[in-house]
Each structure stands twice: as C-alpha cells, then as structure tokens.
C-alpha cells in the first residue's frame, strides 16, 4: 500500500493535471460511467461531529475508492482542523487497498481543478480583472486554478475580515513565484478589496468560494463577457449569487443534475419560488465536454459555472495521483503482512 502526502503530490501533480483528471471525471459522470452511491453519513453526537463515506467506481477505467471526511465543529477550539479527509483506492482486480491518499489536499487542488476547468471551456481568452470571493481553506487552489488558466493584470480578493484578507493577498504573492503554471501569468497584482460590488464592476473572471448564505454582490453591475464559477454553496439555505446574476446569465453549466437540485441555494431557492423551473440550465460541464451542449458563442456572453463537488473528481484524481507516484517511485510503501 502506497502512503502519499501533500509534500508527496506536489512534487509530480500540478493544478494542470488536475484540470485534465476533472474535466475526465465530468465527462465521466455526465456519461453515467461513475457508480457513486448516495454518501453515508455518521453523526458523533458528544461532539456533534459528521463522518461521511464517499465511494466511487468507474469498472472500465479501474478506478474505485473512496473518500473519508469528518467535520468536527470543535476542532476549531482544539486548534486542529475542521475539516479532514483521507482516500483510500483499492485495486479493481484484487480489491486489495493499493493507496492512501491525503483527502484535504486533493480537495483543494480537486475543487480549484473545477473552478479551472470551467475557465479553460467557457472564459474568454483575453482577460484583465479577476475576483476571488473568500480567503478560507480553498481560496488558494481557487486562485492557483485562475492562474494556470489565465493571464490576468489583477485578481482583486473580497473576505469578511479585511485584515485577514490582506494577510491572504501577502501569503498569495509570495507563492506566485514557486506556483507550476506559465512564468507569464505569474506577472499578476493581488488585490484586497472590502466591497464586493466594487471589485466585480470591472471583473472579466469572477470566483465564489464562501460559506454565504447570500448573493455576494449585486448582478446589476456584471460587464458583458464574464465568466462565473461558484464553488461555494452545497446546501438550499447557501448562496453565492444573487437573482439577477442567475437570470442575466446567457448560458449555465452544473457539475450533476441531481446533485444541483439538492445543494445549490442559488438555484433551488429561485426553482422553489417558481421564478425558474428545474430545466434552466444550459447542460452539465461533462455535456460540454462530450459535445453535446454548446459552450460560450460569443465574447459577450454571460456564463456561470456552479460546482456542489461530485465525488468522481476525487476518484480520477486520486487514480492518476497514484498511477504517477507509482512511475515516479514517489511515496511510503507500507506492508500489513
Ligand atoms: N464545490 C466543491 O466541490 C467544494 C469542495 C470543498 C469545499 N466546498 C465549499 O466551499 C466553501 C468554502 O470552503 P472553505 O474550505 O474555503 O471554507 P472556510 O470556512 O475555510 O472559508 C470560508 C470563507 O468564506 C468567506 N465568506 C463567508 N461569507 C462571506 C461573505 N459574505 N463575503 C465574503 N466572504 C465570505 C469567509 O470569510 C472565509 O474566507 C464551503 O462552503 C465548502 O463547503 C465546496
């Protein structure tokens, strides 16, 4: 069994891999290829603690695992992480547990691979002004993923906490330079902003990653040409966006169709009002890259990407973590004999 550490994936997998492993885990979905089971959930009720079990198998492709996550509340006061994750992959043809994967990195790096993705399918190639929504614990992969994806002159970041926001953008400019993307996208100011509406009046890229219960600014004051990706909100009290960013938007992509009308706030909050009907949106992202919906047809459009986070990213991203380590000869083996 193959032990492998954030320290052991950053060596070999770059958020370019990751775009490539999720647009593959979308088309998968979006194909039906992916067995995931609705996840199990188990509630520690002393400390009102959630373990949930993700599994996954794509038969054809020899991926299947699964993803262990606990979110612990009290952890916080603990001064340990919320939030923890492990994958475990097994061998298709033996079941044999073949990989233990740090879950929390992959995560990150499987979320930011989402919001990149989008990007690449559906953005505009020219672009000035990005936004990023949110300095919490996947704000950095959001904005690596911007980064690979894009040349931006400035990505304004808006948090609650102003001082925490300007210690993200100092953090965030000192990884730039070590950050595997193209040198000349590393050429990019980060900006702190305190109102929302301000930073997205001239944005070209806008990137959702909050725990809002609210839209984060006002959808009156989108340019023409923007690309939305919203990573946010997994639950009908959450929201990113407000009405009129969902009703302006000429085209919307979701990651799966199930999965939107169970977690995304801002759409099932408008579908439960009768303002838009369960059909609304333009295709899953998997369609999009399968061919079978249209994607951005001109430079005007308005486009919105919303992720609730489908457990095939995490699947084929493991895999292909695992099968490169393996060439590499990069990780921890460990034998239970
Ligand atoms: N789509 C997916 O696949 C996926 C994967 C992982 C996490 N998530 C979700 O993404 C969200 C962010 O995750 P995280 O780990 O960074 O959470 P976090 O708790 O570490 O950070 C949340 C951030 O949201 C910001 N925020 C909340 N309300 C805001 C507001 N009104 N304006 C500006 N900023 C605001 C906070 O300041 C903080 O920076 C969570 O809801 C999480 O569940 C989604």
């Known amino acids: 069994m193959l032990i492998l550490t954030r320290k052991d994936i950053d060596q070999f997998?770059?958020?370019?891999?990751?775009?490539?492993?999720?647009?593959?885990?979308?088309?998968?979905?979006?194909?039906?290829?992916?067995?995931?089971?609705?996840?199990?959930?188990?509630?520690?009720?002393?400390?009102?603690?959630?373990?949930?079990?993700?599994?996954?198998?794509?038969?054809?492709?020899g991926y299947l695992g699964a993803k262990i996550v606990s979110v612990f509340p009290q952890n916080s006061s603990k001064?340990?992480?919320?939030?923890?994750?492990?994958?475990?992959?097994?061998?298709?043809?033996?079941?044999?547990?073949?990989?233990?994967?740090?879950?929390?990195?992959?995560?990150?790096m499987r979320t930011g691979a989402a919001t990149g993705a989008s990007i690449k399918l559906l953005a505009r190639e020219n672009v000035k002004i990005g936004v990023l929504f949110g300095t919490g614990g996947q704000s950095e992969k959001q904005l690596e993923a911007m980064?690979?994806?894009?040349?931006?002159?400035?990505?304004?970041?808006?948090?609650r906490n102003f001082e925490k926001t300007l210690d993200f953008c100092e953090k965030m400019s000192l990884l730039i330079p070590e950050m595997k993307v193209k040198e000349d996208h590393k050429n990019v100011e980060i900006t702190a902003y305190k109102d929302g509406n301000d930073a997205v009046a001239e944005a070209d890229i806008i990137v959702l990653a909050t725990t809002s219960t609210k839209g984060l600014f006002d959808g009156n004051l989108l340019k023409n040409?923007?690309?939305?990706?919203?990573?946010?909100?997994?639950?009908?009290?959450?929201?990113?966006?407000?009405?009129?960013t969902v009703l302006t938007a000429d085209k919307v992509y979701i990651d799966d169709r199930d999965s939107m009308l169970e977690e995304a706030g801002e759409f099932t909050q408008l579908i439960d009002q009768g303002i838009i009907s369960e059909d609304f949106y333009t295709g899953e992202i998997g369609d999009l890259i399968l061919g079978k919906v249209p994607g951005r047809e001109n430079e005007d459009e308005i486009t919105i990407f919303k992720s609730?986070?489908?457990?095939?990213?995490?699947?084929?991203?493991?895999?292909?973590?695992?099968?490169?380590?393996?060439e590499l000869g990069i990780g921890q083996v460990i034998d239970f004999d």
């Open 147 to 159: 980064i690979a994806t894009r040349h931006f002159e400035e990505i304004r970041v808006v948090g």
């Open 308 to 326: 609730v986070g489908i457990s095939a990213q995490d699947l084929v991203s493991a895999e292909n973590i695992y099968r490169k380590a393996i």
């Open 79 to 108: 001064g340990k992480p919320v939030v923890n994750a492990t994958i475990v992959m097994l061998d298709v043809e033996t079941g044999e547990v073949k990989a233990l994967i740090d879950g929390t990195y992959v995560t990150k």
């Open 225 to 244: 040409g923007v690309h939305i990706s919203g990573v946010g909100s997994y639950t009908k009290e959450m929201c990113e966006m407000d009405k009129t």
């Open 13 to 61: 997998y770059t958020m370019e891999d990751c775009i490539e492993s999720v647009m593959e885990a979308f088309a998968l979905s979006s194909s039906k290829k992916v067995k995931a089971p609705v996840r199990t959930k188990l509630t520690v009720e002393h400390v009102q603690g959630n373990a949930l079990f993700m599994p996954g198998l794509v038969e054809e492709k």
